[in-house]
Nanobody, 126 residues
Framework: QIQLVESGGGSVQAGGSLNLSCAAS????????MGWFRQAPGKEREGVAA???????TYIEFVKGRFTISPDNNKKILSLLMNNLTPEDAAMYYC????????????????????WGQGTQVTVSS
């Protein structure tokens, strides 16, 4: 079992920055990937950024160049630095530790099973 607790959300104006953090109760299991997901009202939850078991980072196209995902040395803290935020980035953000696999046509690998945090809210005003 891995407990995940997100923090760092808040309200910012467009163009602003936030640094989300996810604290894990233990290191991820062998072969696990780590990722950040988000869900806006009325939309499906989507993967935003991920680190696979080899340490490769991936991002959805909309956030490339603006978001940076990074773990600490023992992978018990997962950060998501978000710069130049737009109203379209507003959502509940969740971290997830789980196995993942790449699928054709997807920027971010598909996660399955694993563990979720409770989320942290990001609001961006124009």
């Amino acid at each position: 079992q891995i407990q995940l607790v997100e923090s760092g959300g808040g309200s910012v104006q467009a163009g602003g920055s936030l640094n989300l953090s996810c604290a894990a109760s233990r290191e991820p299991y062998s072969g696990y990937c780590m990722g950040w997901f988000r869900q806006a009202p009325g939309k499906e939850r989507e993967g935003v950024a991920a680190i696979d078991r080899d340490g490769t980072t991936t991002y959805i196209e909309f956030v490339k160049g603006r978001f940076t995902i990074s773990p600490d040395n023992n992978k018990k803290i997962l950060s998501l630095l978000m710069n130049n935020l737009t109203p379209e980035d507003a959502a509940m953000y969740y971290c997830r530790y789980a196995p993942c696999t790449y699928k054709a046509g997807q920027d971010v690998p598909h996660f399955y099973g694993g563990f979720w945090g409770q989320g942290t809210q990001v609001t961006v005003s124009s």
